[in-house]
């Protein structure tokens, strides 16, 4: 969730925004009139149809923030991208009324009086609407508030708005009049743009489309590198005001049981959390997947092929029997030393983590009960654990593979 410093933050910047919206379209209005000039009168009109979409960023991130109910499960983050497509609204509208304004002029072309007023009123505009967007722009990327990044780029463009009053006035005095009329198109043309590129990203989310291939490609990474994940068969991530939520399906082994399956989605889900920034939500769903080969490993205490016997000390068994089964039936079986046996301590541990990481072992016939320290390093690598009362490597495999072995 977005600290509560941040939507303060967001908040001043929009106020302040709305502000300077205020004070732009009064001293365009009035220089608009000392000169006579089209384009900032186009100009003020842009800037009073600021003024609502800037108060509507301020309103709409208090709402956007309000938890989830039981009508609105999802929460209310997408009334910033609401936010958004309104400002584009507005923005479009603002166009409108600049072009309409302008095409007048071209057919009563009007001397321009005082430029020297017009001039400097377009140099504050140029000036304070730079120093607001960049700090808008720089708190919404902060916050990762689309609505704030939203309104702070149109300010960006308003910019060469008035940069377009400032070259169409100064024409005045050359005696071209007729400058300030197309000066005026071309500010509601950079005007238009914003308009559209604002409509177009908040439509975007608002019709869940989904985030960039980078972001996605990088919780697939994270997923790959948390144990017990095998395969990540799809990610869908959408948008959401200033979060994202992803859902993603992952192959697991058919052996691993509903607990240990259930301690891999909450892990996951933290490497994810963890990881990614502005994450909301989370979904994962499971597919077992059965191994066609299934490793198991077996202490024992001398080698003596499938008649070995199981030796029931664990730690200090001389040997372990890996035999691997494959379609129920036994294909390949080696004996390896335990590499363990002499350490003085952690043994029980050392050996669950060889088998585990490099041994790849599914499962592990025991004759006692583990420690909790063996316990815990063969969960970590899903390794599944049962206690056995058979005797020999040969009634195991006969008991996994449920045939007679001879
Ligand atoms: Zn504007």
Excluded: C
């Amino acid at each position: 969730m977005t600290k509560e410093s941040d939507i303060a933050k967001i908040r001043n910047a929009a106020i302040i925004g709305t502000g300077i919206n205020v004070f732009l379209s009064i001293i365009k209005f009035l220089a608009g009139s000392i000169t006579a000039s089209i384009s900032l009168i186009a100009d003020g009109i842009n800037s009073l149809s600021d003024v609502f979409p800037s108060l509507a960023v301020a309103v709409g991130i208090k709402i956007s923030e309000r938890p989830p109910t039981e009508d609105f499960p999802y929460g209310f983050h997408k009334i910033e991208n609401f936010v958004s497509l309104f400002i584009s609204l507005a923005i479009f509208y603002g166009a409108y009324e600049m072009i309409t304004a302008a095409i007048d002029r071209f057919v009563a072309i009007q001397v321009i009086e005082n430029p020297i007023v017009g001039i400097i009123t377009a140099i504050v505009s140029i000036i304070t609407l730079f120093v607001i967007s960049t700090y808008k722009i720089k708190i919404g990327k902060q916050t990762n508030s689309p609505s704030l990044l939203a309104d702070g780029e149109h300010s960006r463009v308003d910019v060469f708005a008035s940069l377009a009053v400032l070259i169409g006035v100064s024409g005045a005095f050359f005696g071209i009049y007729i400058m300030d009329a197309i000066a005026a198109i071309i500010a509601a043309i950079f005007v238009i743009r914003a308009g559209y590129e604002t409509f177009k990203a908040s439509t975007k989310v608002l019709l869940d489309a989904s985030i960039p291939y980078d972001a996605r490609e990088q919780i697939k990474e994270i997923a790959l590198e948390t144990s017990g994940v095998k395969k990540v068969q799809w990610i869908r991530a959408r948008g959401s005001g200033k979060y994202f939520f992803a859902e993603l399906k992952i192959e697991v082994d058919a052996h691993i049981d509903v607990e240990k399956a259930q301690l891999l989605v909450e892990k996951l889900k933290a490497n994810i959390k963890n990881q990614v920034e502005n994450i909301d939500n989370v979904l994962i769903l499971l597919e077992p997947k059965k191994k066609e080969l299934i490793r198991i490993a077996v202490p024992i205490e001398e080698d003596q092929g499938l008649k070995s016997p199981v030796f029931p000390r664990f730690g200090e068994t001389a040997y372990f029997a890996i035999i691997d089964i494959r379609d129920d039936a036994l294909s390949d079986m080696t004996i390896l030393e335990n590499p363990f046996r002499n350490e003085p301590k952690r043994k029980g541990i050392l050996i669950a983590e060889w088998l585990g990481d490099q041994q790849k072992v599914d499962k592990v016939f025991i004759k006692e009960p583990l420690k909790k320290g063996p316990t815990y390093a063969f969960d970590s690598y899903y390794v599944q654990v049962t206690e056995t009362k058979l005797d020999s490597l040969k009634d195991i495999i006969a008991e996994i593979s449920k045939k007679k072995v001879p």
